[in-house]
């Protein structure tokens, strides 16, 4: 199973980056704008829709707001297994975004590195960078 990790050091302090990350339905327009060009919720699942045209179902399993914790699952994509995390830590004066993907086949490793790094970049470019 691969493993891919970003960390994103944010000026804005965890609460607010929290209430970006945690509205599920809305990442195209708070956490991601421009990386996901549009989404809509369907029960626990939202739908996807991202820059390169390609359209994902992703599961929530878990919002946790005591702990700034999502998680959730693509279930009808390209992966066999996929679970991914977003959780935002307190760090000095402002907060760090950790993202993290456990997915199979491991084959689609490099491609999902390269868009979890662009996915990274519209995190900093939305909530304001350290």
Same mark, same amino acid.
């Given at each position: 199973?691969?493993?891919?990790?970003?960390?994103?050091?944010?000026?804005?302090?965890?609460?607010?980056?929290?209430?970006?990350?945690?509205?599920?339905?809305?990442?195209?327009?708070?956490?991601?704008?421009?990386?996901?060009?549009?989404?809509?919720?369907?029960?626990?699942?939202?739908?996807?829709?991202?820059?390169?045209?390609?359209?994902?179902?992703?599961?929530?399993?878990?919002?946790?707001?005591?702990?700034?914790?999502?998680?959730?699952?693509?279930?009808?994509?390209?992966?066999?297994?996929?679970?991914?995390?977003?959780?935002?830590?307190?760090?000095?004066?402002?907060?760090?975004?950790?993202?993290?993907?456990?997915?199979?086949?491991? @084959? /689609? $490793?490099?491609? !999902? =590195?390269?868009?979890? %790094?662009?996915? @990274? /970049? $519209?995190?900093? !470019? =939305?909530?304001?960078? %350290?």
């Amino acid at each position: 199973m691969a493993t891919i990790r970003e960390e994103i050091p944010l000026t804005i302090g965890a609460d607010e980056a929290w209430d970006a990350a945690r509205d599920f339905g809305n990442l195209h327009e708070r956490l991601v704008p421009g990386f996901a060009t549009a989404a809509h919720l369907e029960g626990d699942d939202r739908i996807v829709t991202f820059f390169t045209g390609t359209v994902l179902r992703e599961r929530l399993i878990t919002l946790d707001d005591d702990e700034r914790r999502l998680a959730w699952s693509i279930v009808d994509g390209p992966y066999s297994h996929h679970n991914g995390v977003l959780e935002v830590f307190e760090d000095g004066d402002g907060c760090r975004l950790v993202w993290t993907t456990d997915l199979l086949p491991e @084959a /689609a $490793a490099e491609q !999902a =590195a390269g868009m979890m %790094a662009k996915g @990274a /970049a $519209a995190m900093r !470019a =939305a909530l304001g960078s %350290a």
